[in-house]
């Protein structure tokens, strides 16, 4: 029976519980961020409309945070019930930054609780803006710490194993391995551009709806700005990321690219379908791009996935996650610098319909490449659960309960999801941004009107 396939169904609730955790840690990294950028110009601009976005953005904060601690909670409670063969030679070794996202998570929630309660308390409002930065440090240092451990999981050190014992354990070697750099900069820097993304989303739909409104106006230019800063930044750690997987693990890289000849001057293959005999048809190619991505040379030697044992090579679909994510990073990116560009240009339009909905689609289609860049580094990585060390199969649980408690939560993140929907929607839909500026600046919002 298919739930009673351990195996199977372990990876499936992983895959559910991280597929939906994702959502909310992405955005706990990303808004902090966007928070402390907001309040910081709206002081020094003396502009109250940016610090109303400042404060709006910290409350929605706090309800995607509890959820998040949640769908967190259960990400370690299934390491050691789905995966304890696995968790007998990881937990060993890498239970240090297990343990410091903990507390950089606490941290974080502890100065974010002082400064959601501390506004207008302070004489200097900079000293307020100043507890922001505790907030920025503790998740994005709670995004590094749980990073080094799937970091691990692709390029394990620090360890000696004998036989099932654990010897000659170096926990600093093991957080610091080979994939953290890269990957640690791939997720924070696509964190903070989806979450910038949402945010412009959010702004461009409501300007939309209410043409003219200066607070949405400003939230859509600041929004989109930090969109088209924090994309440039991702596409540098994507680089960076494929030059690592060619070095560290080609069969990723070669099967994502469907790239199955080791040659020199390798072209990028884009989207494309496999015919019987395994050929590329129907594909986008563009000469010797593959090399360049892979070495920084148009001409240099990539590595085949035939050089790959065939009971070792990842899956050929996550050709498709690879190129998903990529492309809507790149449609990101041309969406917010055609934003710009209408901005600087006077007589352009930057508010026109068209615009707006373009950049309405960069908020979902960014989460969306948040999954399947993910999908695609776990995918990637198969069979193995702790690379060249232990198979998935191998680590999984063989208990034939797991069925249900893939229902079970199941059930529980609906609930959570629905739950988080609902009270945004009342927080916001309820008390507008307009009626709540005029609320808590009668005078400025007097001035506009005469204006």
Request: aromatic share 12%; proline share 4%; hydrophobic share 50%.
């Amino acid at each position: 029976m298919f739930f009673e396939d351990s195996v199977t169904m372990s990876r499936l609730l992983t895959t559910l519980t991280l597929v939906f955790h994702v959502i909310f840690a992405t955005v706990g990294v990303g808004i902090p961020i966007m928070i402390s950028i907001a309040e910081f110009l709206g002081i020094k601009r003396n502009d109250q409309h940016l610090q109303l976005l400042a404060r709006r953005w910290t409350r929605g904060m706090t309800v995607t945070i509890a959820v998040g601690v949640v769908t967190g909670t259960a990400i370690g409670l299934q390491l050691s019930l789905l995966w304890p063969r696995f968790m007998q030679i990881a937990g060993n070794v890498i239970s240090l930054p297990l343990f410091m996202e903990v507390f950089a998570f606490f941290f974080e929630a502890i100065f974010l609780g002082i400064y959601l309660y501390t506004w207008d308390r302070f004489k200097n409002p900079m000293y307020h803006w100043l507890l922001s930065i505790p907030v920025i440090v503790g998740s994005t240092l709670s995004a590094f710490f749980i990073t080094t451990v799937n970091s691990f999981m692709n390029t394990p050190q620090g360890f000696e194993l004998d036989g099932n014992t654990v010897t000659d354990i170096n926990p600093i070697a093991a957080m610091f391995n080979p994939a953290t750099p890269t990957k640690v900069f791939h997720v924070v820097a696509s964190s903070y551009l989806t979450s910038a993304a949402i945010l412009a989303t959010i702004a461009a739909v409501m300007l939309i709806k209410k043409k003219g409104s200066t607070y949405h106006k400003k939230a859509l230019k600041l929004t989109v700005t930090a969109t088209f800063i924090f994309a440039i930044l991702t596409a540098v750690a994507g680089d960076l990321s494929a030059k690592f997987l060619a070095e560290h693990q080609p069969e990723k890289l070669a099967a994502g690219e469907w790239h199955f000849e080791t040659e020199s001057g390798a072209d990028l293959v884009l989207f494309g379908t496999l015919n019987e005999e395994g050929e590329t048809e129907n594909a986008i190619r563009i000469p010797k791009a593959l090399s360049f991505l892979a070495y920084g040379d148009f001409n240099a030697e990539v590595e085949g996935l035939n050089e790959t044992p065939e009971e070792e090579q990842p899956p050929l679909w996550i050709h498709y996650m690879f190129d998903l994510m990529v492309s809507i990073g790149m449609y990101t990116l041309g969406v917010s610098a055609l934003f710009l560009l209408f901005w600087k240009v006077k007589k352009w339009n930057e508010e026109n319909n068209i615009l707006l909905w373009l950049i309405a689609t960069c908020g979902p289609l960014s989460m969306l490449a948040i999954e399947f860049g993910w999908i695609y580094a776990e995918e990637g990585r198969q069979p193995w659960i702790l690379r060249g060390i232990m198979t998935v199969a191998e680590g999984a649980t063989t208990s034939n309960h797991v069925g249900l408690m893939f229902i079970l939560f199941t059930a529980l993140y609906t609930v959570l999801g629905v739950g988080c929907v609902v009270v945004l929607r009342k927080m916001f839909k309820d008390h507008p941004a307009e009626a709540e500026f005029e609320d808590r600046y009668p005078e400025v919002a007097a001035t506009k009107e005469d204006e």
